[in-house]
């Protein structure tokens, strides 16, 4: 029997394949740029900047948020998405500045050539505390987990198990609302790749689809809230939340990441 999903999940083309690959590096080495910014008393919308100016005048890209409009949301004000603290995700660069200890994800799109890499860290200001540190490392395990599920044949069931299981497993949640996404020449294609789920079911992974795996991970409870700016979501409970975000190639024995970059940091040690 057909599964529901592929009919519409694209395989890419060597051709868009070399192009995914030059976009996803791009979006890396953003983040590698911006890296030795993130320090108390620098405000998101100066990383924005950094950021933005990098992107346009530097690489040639198109920083993809700016003005992006999904179904039902106004248009997206700034380049990068800056989300501090309790800010599971979408937070707007704004004139607030970093206070030593803050965490925050600062999430890139870029457009090369018509194609999208899409990656997010998380990064500290200062030294953060053994809990929002803890917090951060679990959810790089989590999308790495994610990761290492990923190979034809393959269910993106798998991957939400592996995600979920070792956030729970670290007393985690894992947030419902919002999930990976197929990638290419659009933004945010099919499949949607949840990050909780169980083995076995969903889509079968096949060679050259390209998507995303991108936890957002609480440190208490999965309810998140949207602010009034259309946009910012927060933790219901104002618990930290971290996200890491790769986008990645289905090979045809397994997994390649492309949004690699020397500044990414490497895959954890995994102790079981
Ligand atoms: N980069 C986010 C993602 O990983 C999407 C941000 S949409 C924006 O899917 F408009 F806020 F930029
Ligand atoms: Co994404
Ligand atoms: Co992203």
Not at 131 to 148: D, H, I, K, N, S
Not at 167 to 175: K, T
Not at 234 to 261: I, N
Request: with cysteine.
């Amino acid at each position: 029997m057909y599964s529901r999903h592929s009919m519409s999940v694209a395989i890419k083309t060597p051709e868009e394949i070399e192009k995914m690959r030059v976009a996803g590096k791009l979006a890396a080495e953003v983040l590698d740029f911006v890296a030795p910014c993130v320090r108390p008393g620098v405000t998101t919308a100066e990383l924005d900047y950094l950021c933005h100016d990098y992107m346009v005048n530097v690489q040639k890209t198109t920083p993809a948020p700016l003005n992006y409009a999904p179904p039902g949301y106004q248009p997206f004000p700034k380049s990068t998405c800056t989300s501090v603290n309790h800010v599971v995700c979408h937070g707007v660069p704004g004139d607030k500045k970093l206070k030593p200890g803050d965490i925050v994800n600062i999430d890139i799109t870029v457009i090369k050539d018509g194609y999208h890499g899409d990656t997010s860290r998380m990064f500290y200001a200062g030294q953060p505390s053994i809990q929002a540190r803890r917090l951060c490392e679990v959810t790089f395990e989590c999308m790495w987990r994610g990761v290492l599920a990923v190979k034809p044949g393959a269910h993106l069931g798998d991957i939400g198990h592996a995600i979920q299981c070792w956030a729970e497993e670290h007393g985690c949640s894992v947030v419902r609302e919002f999930c990976g996404h197929g990638i290419g020449q659009r933004f945010h294609e099919e499949p949607q790749v949840l990050h909780y789920g169980k083995p076995g079911t969903g889509l079968v992974l096949r060679p050259g689809m390209t998507f995303t795996i991108e936890p957002m991970i609480n440190a208490g409870k999965p309810d998140v809230r949207q602010l009034a700016d259309g946009w910012t979501v927060v933790t219901k409970d104002h618990s930290l939340s971290a996200q890491w975000e790769h986008t990645v190639l289905v090979t045809g024995t397994g997994c390649e990441v492309l949004t690699v970059s020397s500044g990414a940091p490497p895959m954890p040690q995994f102790r079981d």
